[in-house]
């Protein structure tokens, strides 16, 4: 039986991270206004643990996208299909990733790809160029790598 995952990301502001990965990718930054407002108004949480994120309440710690075909729970907003989830820690990241995501561009786009990524705040690192194929790293905003082939 294969088993559900998500893949967790640490980061200092995981909301500018998300905005990243939802405009790289193609996802939706996940709104779980409905499940925060009836909280809120059952008193079980208190606006410490809140910011807004366009222009709805949000978790202020953690925010997840999630791809716009699969699956999602209304009354949480949280997605049932592929997901990250990008949760705030106190520390710098200060090493290499041990897991980073592959980006794959249509047939020779890699270029064009590459400058829409730096555009919308990642750095280019360099191209990459051996047997394996061809690719170009990247770093997102707060300096985790990922390629694109």
Request: with cysteine; net charge negative.
């Amino acid at each position: 039986m294969a088993l559900s995952w998500k893949l967790v990301v640490d980061a200092h502001d995981p909301h500018l991270v998300a905005d990243f990965w939802a405009q790289t990718l193609g996802y939706l930054v996940e709104d779980n206004s409905v499940l925060i407002n009836g909280l809120v108004g059952a008193g079980a949480i208190d606006d410490s643990l809140l910011t807004e994120h366009h222009g709805r309440p949000s978790w202020r710690t953690v925010v997840a996208v999630r791809h716009p075909d699969d699956p999602y729970a209304a009354e949480t907003g949280i997605g049932l299909g592929r997901r990250i989830l990008f949760q705030q820690v106190p520390e710098a990241k200060t090493t290499k990733n041990r897991l980073h995501i592959d980006v794959h561009a249509e047939a020779g786009s890699r270029a064009t790809e590459v400058a829409r990524l730096t555009a919308l705040g990642a750095t280019h690192l360099h191209d990459v160029d051996d047997q394996g194929g061809q690719w170009s790293v990247l770093t997102d905003p707060e300096g985790n790598e990922f390629c694109v082939s």
